[in-house]
């Protein structure tokens, strides 16, 4: 595997590729999740381009850009073992030269969910992945489905921008009690990993009301809300059936749903998905 820091040898490498390639942006702190990501593209392409990158502008100024955890040297023996190719570990003076200031926004997709909490981290997602599809013009681009909304927007940013990836979701990967993977995850206690719980529980309890006959999206998420609130370490921060494409609430489920939420668990903030009617 090669290490490559600088866009200009990002492009050289590429120009000597024969082959489809995948490409699998991540900002590090590697789990199964994210490998689950490469092995689906080491399966479908000739060429795995993995990226490590803590974008600062999908941060807000009260969010957790300084302690966001890294572990540089683990990711690549991880990346390296699961069969990429190549890791790009550019620096932030690297995709934003001083005075950058053109960001790409998504509107319509960028403001809700996520986006009422977090305003402008959509903006921040979308400018950083759009920078990395012109420096690798993959063939692939691998994401994950636990991060339902950005899946959303960059659909939409790839169809309108015409960009030529073709944006690939992998499921999202779970512990064996059903908390989502996640690299925030290290910041819970033991308490509040136990507590965290309670948002795939919540999730899970969805899908039953919805297989069992349940279509009223407003009785889902009453039920949701209530099941959340039992357990006082969890703060929720909203609790969506949606339209997956859209991200417009629904009243009634008849086709595919969205079910989505966010929470804080003690200090740190985690969100969680299943789509019904799959």
Not at 95 to 116: A, F, H, R, W
Not at 198 to 222: C, H, P, Q, W
Not at 240 to 266: F, H, N, Y
Request: charged share 25%.
């Amino acid at each position: 595997m090669k290490q490559i820091s600088t866009v200009a040898d990002m492009r050289l490498a590429l120009s000597q590729i024969q082959g489809s390639v995948g490409l699998v942006p991540t900002m590090g702190y590697l789990h199964a999740g994210h490998l689950a990501l490469v092995d689906r593209a080491k399966r479908e392409n000739d060429v795995v381009v993995a990226t490590i990158f803590v974008n600062p502008t999908q941060f807000g100024p009260n969010e957790d850009l300084a302690r966001y955890p890294r572990d540089l040297h683990r990711d690549l023996t991880n990346l390296s073992a699961a069969g990429a190719e190549f890791v790009f570990t550019p620096s932030v003076s690297e995709i934003y030269p001083e005075g950058s200031c053109t960001y790409l926004v998504v509107e319509g997709l960028s403001d809700k969910l996520e986006g009422m909490s977090r305003p402008g981290h959509f903006r921040g997602v979308a400018t950083v992945v759009a920078k990395l599809f012109n420096i690798i013009p993959a063939d692939r681009a691998y994401f994950g489905q636990k991060d339902a909304q950005q899946v959303v927007v960059l659909k939409r940013m790839v169809r309108d921008m015409s960009f030529r990836h073709e944006i690939v979701v992998v499921p999202i990967v779970r512990e064996a009690d059903g908390l989502a993977l996640s690299s925030r995850n290290v910041y819970l206690s033991p308490e509040e990993r136990q507590s965290a719980l309670v948002l795939s529980r919540t999730l899970f309890m969805a899908r039953d009301l919805y297989e069992k006959g349940e279509r009223n999206a407003r009785e889902i998420r009453s039920s949701m809300r209530a099941l959340l609130e039992t357990e006082p370490m969890v703060k929720p921060a909203y609790v969506t059936v949606s339209d997956p494409e859209t991200l417009e609430e629904l009243e009634w489920v008849e086709g595919k749903a969205l079910v989505a939420l966010a929470a804080r668990v003690g200090t740190t903030r985690l969100i969680d998905n299943i789509l019904l009617g799959e």
